[in-house]
């Protein structure tokens, strides 16, 4: 039996993924989600609304030249830091508070993770716009690691991004999974049910060792085509890998040289992807980490456009 999944409005576009992922019975790794009414509180109780309706008025007040959205961008930067400095002391609602303590306590790293309202909706996926981060030590980097994420909701790339497209300025979700420390014997990366490559066909991975900073990042990862009976592969090895550093985040390591995947691995991959497009009602492009010695998770879906 299928669960209600909760709206994007509350949980952002990211977390809706996960919910989807999780109530079809994919694998997916344990997750909370602060929803965007927590954001909301914090604002509030930070005093913060008119100084957000201020910037608001201002990037759509503006005119569809670049040159004026940039010239409205400078005028409204003092304005803009106040905010996100502001916000980066914001002091956690009541509520919040208690559930999160339940959260910190748990003797694990953190991955924190953005999940705003426009966050992986078709045509406008605000890619790489907000701030995710990896391997947070719990207790108060976690704390911080969620203000800094709220802060990511007025990054300037943001107000602009919105003030080019008119689209309303997004509400911030953030993601919280705990996570064991990444080695540079995981692999991480990204799977397209349908290739977005002309010249290859069918289901396209693209996967490194370590974190999948480094393929989202567009900083190399091996291809692999799975095409029905037919495999495919392209090495694009990056020179170095992102991985858990001694006191947790992220650190970069010189690169594996051996193949991230084998076959067998390949097309179990492309098979579980081509099932969630199934189930998606459409093609899909899927974020993935494969702990050595586990199966793969699913960490986030989107449609693929």
């Known amino acids: 039996t299928e669960h209600p999944l909760p709206p994007i409005e509350a949980v952002g576009g990211k977390g809706y993924g996960l919910y989807w992922l999780a109530s079809r019975g994919f694998p997916t790794p344990p997750t909370w989600v602060l929803s965007t009414t927590a954001f909301a509180l914090a604002v509030q109780r930070m005093g913060l609304q008119d100084l957000i309706t201020g910037l608001v008025k201002a990037i759509y007040d503006v005119g569809d030249e670049w040159g004026q959205i940039q010239q409205v961008l400078e005028e409204v930067e003092t ?21 999160l303590e339940k959260l910190v306590i748990m003797p694990h790293q953190w991955a924190v993770r953005s999940s705003a309202t426009v966050e992986d909706r078709p045509g406008q996926s605000f890619a790489g716009q907000f701030l995710s981060l990896l391997s947070v030590p719990g207790g108060r980097p976690l704390w911080e690691a969620i203000r800094a994420v709220w802060s990511s909701n007025f990054r300037r790339e943001v107000l602009a991004y919105c003030a080019q497209r008119k689209v309303p300025l997004p509400r911030m979700a953030v993601i919280l999974q705990p996570m064991e420390p990444i080695t540079a014997q995981d692999r991480s990366g990204v799977v397209f049910s349908h290739s977005p490559i002309p010249k290859m066909s069918g289901a396209l991975i693209q996967v490194s060792y370590g974190a999948g900073e480094t393929v989202v990042g567009g900083y190399g990862g091996d291809l692999y085509c799975v095409d029905g009976e037919n495999l495919y592969t392209q090495q694009m090895l990056p020179p170095q890998i992102r991985v858990t550093g001694p006191q947790g985040y992220m650190t970069s390591v010189d690169s594996p040289t051996e193949p991230p995947l084998t076959e067998e691995e390949a097309r179990h991959l492309a098979s579980l ?20 010695g586990e199966e793969p998770q699913l960490v986030q879906v989107r449609s693929a456009t």
Do not use: H, K, S, Y
């Open 79 to 99: 304005r803009r830091r106040i905010l996100t400095e502001r916000l980066a002391e914001a002091i956690l609602p009541d509520a919040v508070g208690r559930e």
């Open 273 to 292: 992807v081509l099932q969630v497009a199934e189930a998606w009602g459409g093609a899909v492009n899927v974020e993935f980490i494969w702990r050595a």
